[in-house]
């Protein structure tokens, strides 16, 4: 017998002393990794609109040519719009604030449009359309995955079973 006053053939091994890395298996480890993958995605989003910042400040501070004043008004206007809210929007990502998603959405709506008119306004050119486009998606998977944790279905999950049923009743009758 240890000093316990057991024999360590019956011991109980969630009893043993030793130290177990990680979360039990169960729902709510699955809510932790989910809600893990959306704070990693917000925060690398967080990071990217930083950087994305920085270029806009940089082009008021010290453009590459000329001065801040010889570009048009609506090259400004873009210019100072992401200057400021781009850093506000990584702020409140990092943060998990829900104003931050806002600020973020309404960031990554005006760059689409901003790069469908003027391409060769942000550092990927035409690929910030992509980029966005992506980004917004997955936002929306991860948000979806980490609020969709609940024993009872949501309504997309039960969209997605019920299209799953069609596809298989379709590919059985070929």
Do not use: C, H
Request: zero cysteines.
């Amino acid at each position: 017998m240890d000093n316990f006053g057991r024999r360590r053939g019956e011991a109980d091994p969630d009893a043993t002393g030793v130290i177990r890395v990680g979360a039990k298996p169960g729902p709510e480890a699955e809510e932790a990794r989910r809600f893990f993958a959306l704070t990693l995605f917000f925060r690398l989003a967080a990071l990217l609109w930083i950087l994305q910042a920085l270029e806009q400040w940089r082009r008021i501070i010290a453009p590459a040519t000329g001065s801040f004043a010889d570009f048009s008004a609506s090259v400004m206007a873009a210019t100072v719009f992401f200057a400021v809210l781009n850093p506000i929007a990584a702020v409140g990502l990092w943060l998990m604030a829900p104003w931050g998603g806002v600020v973020w959405l309404l960031t990554l709506i005006a760059q689409a449009f901003v790069a469908s008119s003027k391409p060769s306004f942000f550092m990927l050119g035409g690929y910030t359309k992509v980029v966005d486009v992506v980004l917004l998606g997955l936002y929306l998977f991860l948000s979806w995955r980490a609020g969709g944790v609940s024993a009872e279905p949501s309504g997309i999950d039960r969209l997605i079973a019920r299209l799953r049923e069609l596809t298989d009743g379709f590919q059985r009758k070929r």
